[in-house]
């Protein structure tokens, strides 16, 4: 089976990075390509709700459960630690052109860091041998292209040409 290709969208908390997500998913599937997403989540989240039927059967002892639906499917599984992008990936994703990743700062795979001087941080990918470019404000001495938030189009240029076509 072919690995799909995995980009990572990452950058401090409140730089932009589910904003400019939301703006790639669009431009992709205008240019003919299946996109899938894989949000991480630090602090945990919790999409059983106490009483309801999946809840139900996972406090049972389910190591995975199926929700299903016309036209939506969820998948809740137990995993060991904090599984990786790649593992995500490969278990849970089929069909697809291209996943993108928001966070899973410390990955393997190609980046986009989103970074605004505004926030007052360092750069959080400095000398990260996977960092395909730098969206937003400009940080400079850096060798990877560096495009506006706004440039929607040449970020995805660079994901095709530099990822998905690779």
């Known amino acids: 089976m072919k690995k799909i290709p995995i980009v990572s969208i990452v950058g401090f908390s409140g730089s932009g990075k589910t904003t400019l997500v ?16 894989i949000k991480h989540n630090r602090h945990g989240f919790e999409v059983d709700h106490e009483g309801k039927d999946s809840w139900r059967h996972r406090r049972a002892g ?4 199926v929700l299903a639906s016309p036209g939506k ?14 593992e995500l990936g490969e278990r849970f994703i089929r069909d697809v052109d291209v ?8 990955n393997p795979h190609p980046k986009i860091e989103v970074w605004r001087r505004a ?44 990822v998905i076509r690779r």
């Open 22 to 37: 939301e703006k790639l998913i669009p431009e992709l599937i205008r240019r003919g390509l299946r996109v899938a997403t």
């Open 62 to 65: 389910s190591a995975m459960t």
């Open 73 to 86: 499917v969820a998948v809740m599984a137990d995993t060991e630690g904090d599984p990786g992008l790649a």
């Open 99 to 106: 996943i993108l990743a928001e966070g899973f700062k410390k």
């Open 119 to 162: 926030l007052g941080r360092e750069f959080l990918s400095g000398e990260d041998e996977t960092l395909l470019a730098v969206a937003g404000d400009d940080p400079g001495g850096l060798a990877v292209p560096r495009l506006s938030l706004d440039d929607i189009a040449g970020l995805a240029d660079l994901i095709v040409n530099r």
